[in-house]
Structures are given as structure tokens and as C-alpha cells.
């Protein structure tokens, strides 16, 4: 019998037995530890309910559970590809691009790279704004020193989550280099608001379908 565990760095995902619950091992993908999830007492095998494969009610596969229903037809709770659905504010979803700040091999959908994006124009809007209003000199060379350390500490982030996005579309990272041409962040923009791809491509399963 085996057990399904899921990389939280770049989502892939993985079969192992189920003598190895509860220990860790490392992403073929990312070279990220992954903790295989544990299994309840009388877990049981899949089962074909209306020809498609479910596991039973009473298996648990914690923060890597499996996303596909359950014999009721539900998703498991635990089966979001990501932070929490429910995350009203976005604030786990912003997290989320720290946590693969360094992460250029995997994929990333539209709402972790709007979240990050709108997490950066809220952080960035009082020190702007500020900056603004001010008409002193050492107190404008002050916000103004405070944007440009925030854009560089954010670049590399940035960065990583445009080619992430990028490869969830079914796009290599070098498609980036069109932001240095004319009219090559519009279709930039175009780009990053199309939908993820379904199923898997060459840089993993998909964040939102899978």
C-alpha cells in the first residue's frame, strides 16, 4: 500500500509505503525535505466509486493529504495545494512567496502571484505616501532610501514567482526577458493572468488542478 506525499516548495508529488509514515525525505524536485503524513488505524486501500478512484473516509494523510474526493465525493480538507482557501486576506498566500523566494524550478498560480503583488503595493503605499507629503529633506531621503532597500530585498522573490507563474502556464523562465522590449510588460501582464495548466508539465503537476 502506499501513501501520497506532497512537497510544499515546488508541489510535487510522491508515492511511498506505508512503512515510511511519519518520516522525511528529500524533493527529487527541490532537494526540500518532505514529511511523509501518517496514517489513522484502519485505513484501507482505494476504492472505485462511480469509476473513479477514492480513499476511504477514515484515511488521513495530513497537510499532504490526497486533493482527489473522498468516497462521499468531497475534497479532503487538507487537499489545497497551497495555504488555505479560505485565507480571506491573503496573508498566507503572500507568505507563500517568501517561503519559495529562492524556488525558480517549480510553478505558482495566479493567486499566490497577485496576493504577493498586492501583499508588496500595501506594504509600499504609507512609505510612499509619506514620502509625499514631506518637504524636508533629510525625512524625503529617508522614505525614498526605505523604497529603493524594499524593491531590492523583494526582487529576487519577485523574480522567482514571475518564472513560477510563468512555468504554470507552460512558458520556460526565460519568457521574463519580453519585460525589456517595447510593450513587453503588457504582454507580460497578459501572461501572468491566464489560467494555470491543467495536469502536469515539464516543471510538475499543476498547483490548482492537481
Excluded at 506505508?18 to 524536485?29: E, Q
Excluded at 503524513?37 to 490526497?66: F, K, M
Excluded at 521574463?176 to 517595447?182: E, Q, R
Aim: proline share 5%.
Amino acid at each position: 500500500m502506499t501513501i501520497i506525499a506532497r512537497c510544499d516548495a515546488c508541489h510535487q508529488t510522491f508515492n511511498v509505503s506505508d512503512d515510511k509514515a511519519g518520516k522525511k525525505f528529500r524533493c527529487k524536485n527541490c532537494d526540500q525535505l518532505v514529511q511523509v503524513p501518517l496514517l489513522a488505524e484502519g485505513t484501507e486501500d482505494w476504492e472505485i466509486v462511480d469509476d473513479q478512484p477514492v480513499r476511504s473516509e477514515n484515511w488521513y494523510a495530513g497537510e499532504a493529504a490526497d486533493p482527489r474526493p473522498t468516497a462521499k465525493g468531497k475534497k479532503l480538507s487538507s487537499g489545497h495545494t497551497g495555504p488555505v482557501e479560505d485565507d480571506m486576506w491573503g496573508i498566507n498566500w503572500y507568505l507563500e512567496g517568501w517561503k519559495n523566494a529562492i524556488n525558480f524550478s517549480g510553478r505558482a498560480r495566479r493567486k499566490e502571484y497577485w496576493m504577493f503583488i498586492a501583499g508588496n503595493v500595501l506594504i509600499l503605499s504609507p512609505i510612499v505616501f509619506i514620502e509625499s507629503l514631506t518637504r524636508d529633506h533629510v525625512e524625503s531621503l529617508t522614505s525614498m532610501t526605505s523604497i529603493m532597500v524594499f524593491s531590492f530585498v523583494i526582487f529576487i522573490p519577485s523574480l522567482s514567482l514571475q518564472i513560477r507563474r510563468l512555468h504554470d502556464i507552460g512558458l520556460s523562465g526565460w519568457w521574463y526577458l519580453i519585460n525589456f522590449i517595447p510593450f513587453g510588460s503588457l504582454i507580460m501582464l497578459f501572461l501572468s493572468v491566464k489560467d494555470s495548466e491543467p495536469g502536469t508539465n515539464k516543471w510538475g503537476p499543476s498547483p490548482k488542478y492537481s
